[in-house]
């Protein structure tokens, strides 16, 4: 049920933002919004401090549930010679009508559902090659993608920003000392990543030590950035990379109202060409059970007319998720060990670049 729930939710999440950001609905969403803000309640809680290890969903100097590793990989080499930054997706629901606008803090419930969802299924899939620094954020309730262009959403979201943005500063003065940085993200996650890549990296010196961004689950507009590449290659580097998910065929009208602005890389050959990418290439799903691994059971291309990416799925792979169109909640998880190999492989390939660059 809970499931099911939550792929509503998502399909409710990207309807809204397609509205807001094609600038349709204003009325409409500010109608929303007063029903919305009427009986909301205030938000509340600590501010954060990110030199406390509680204000850290994730975090190498702690054992957090990103540090999970599968039981399938108990063999495997393992290092930590990057650093990834990952801003995870909304797991503030509540009530729409009476819940605060921003998340709690020291709200346990929420924390733990961010714990066992995102960090578990998603953050995990960077351990193999990086430490993994996940701030707690009071993020913005599910209620202000319904109504992006009002300024509840607008403060919600510039709340949310700024304790991503407050945690990355930390994280850049305490932790980083030059090390190579990975940006990934998922969702509303995406939504500041996108903030955070401008503000830090884009034409700014910060560019030089970005392996990739990975910047999923979010429409990633042509224009977004500036200086950052689009990465089409499999090595690239000091680039960015994103898709969303679909059932094979499945063009929303939503999706196609953004008329195709929108980039696309394919998870399993990490390529930008819309050939399709054979199940025999993939090389493993994770699911619920996440110390069971599904190869060879998702292929995937990419959409030559709303530029998302369609998604085949074999019958063997359960929990029904070959039933829904929408795959917004398993961006991570249906290309789970192809992420992780493909993470590995940016990081060595930024790592010979520098080396050639310190030899010049």
């Not at 085949?312 to 190999?341: C, P, Q, T």
Request: with cysteine; glycine share 6%; net charge neutral.
């Amino acid at each position: 049920m809970k499931q099911l729930v939550l792929f509503f939710l998502s399909v409710l999440f990207i309807f809204s933002n397609t509205l807001a950001q094609q600038g349709q609905g204003h009325v409409l969403q500010r109608m929303i919004e007063r029903r919305l803000d009427k009986k909301a309640s205030e938000t509340t809680g600590p501010l954060p401090d990110y030199s406390q290890l509680y204000y850290w969903a994730a975090s190498p100097y702690k054992h957090d549930c990103s540090d999970s590793v599968p039981a399938f990989l108990n063999n495997e080499v393992r290092d930590s010679s990057a650093d990834v930054f990952f801003i995870h997706p909304t797991t503030f629901i509540g009530h729409m009508k009476t819940t605060a606008w921003n998340a709690d803090l020291s709200d346990t419930a929420v924390n733990r559902e961010t714990d066992l969802r995102p960090i578990l299924y998603q953050a995990s899939v960077f351990n193999g090659s990086c430490r993994i620094f996940a701030p707690r954020y009071r993020q913005a309730n599910l209620k202000a993608f319904f109504v992006l262009n009002t300024n509840s959403a607008h403060q919600a979201f510039d709340t949310a920003y700024s304790d991503i943005k407050q945690a990355f500063q930390y994280y850049l003065e305490h932790d980083n000392h030059g090390r190579p940085i990975i940006i990934a993200s998922h969702s509303q996650g995406s939504l500041h990543a996108i903030r955070l890549l401008r503000d830090f990296f884009d034409g700014k010196p910060l560019q030089k030590q970005l392996v990739c961004a990975y910047i999923v689950g979010y429409q990633i507009e042509k224009n977004a950035f500036t200086h950052i590449p689009f990465g089409n290659t499999p090595a690239a580097t000091g680039c960015v990379v994103g898709w969303r998910s679909f059932r094979e065929g499945t063009r929303t009208h939503f999706v196609q109202a953004e008329k195709g602005n929108s980039l696309c890389v394919n998870p399993i050959t990490w390529t930008t060409s819309l050939q399709w990418a054979s199940p025999v290439l993939d090389e493993g799903t994770v699911g619920l059970d996440f110390n069971k691994v599904h190869p060879h059971v998702v292929g995937a291309g990419i959409d030559s007319t709303t530029r998302v990416l369609w998604v085949i799925l074999s019958e063997d792979l359960g929990d029904n998720v070959e039933k829904r169109k929408n795959l917004h909640i398993a961006d991570y998880n249906l290309f789970w060990m192809n992420i992780r190999e493909n993470v590995k492989q940016r990081i060595a390939a930024y790592q010979q670049k520098s080396e050639l660059s310190m030899g010049n």
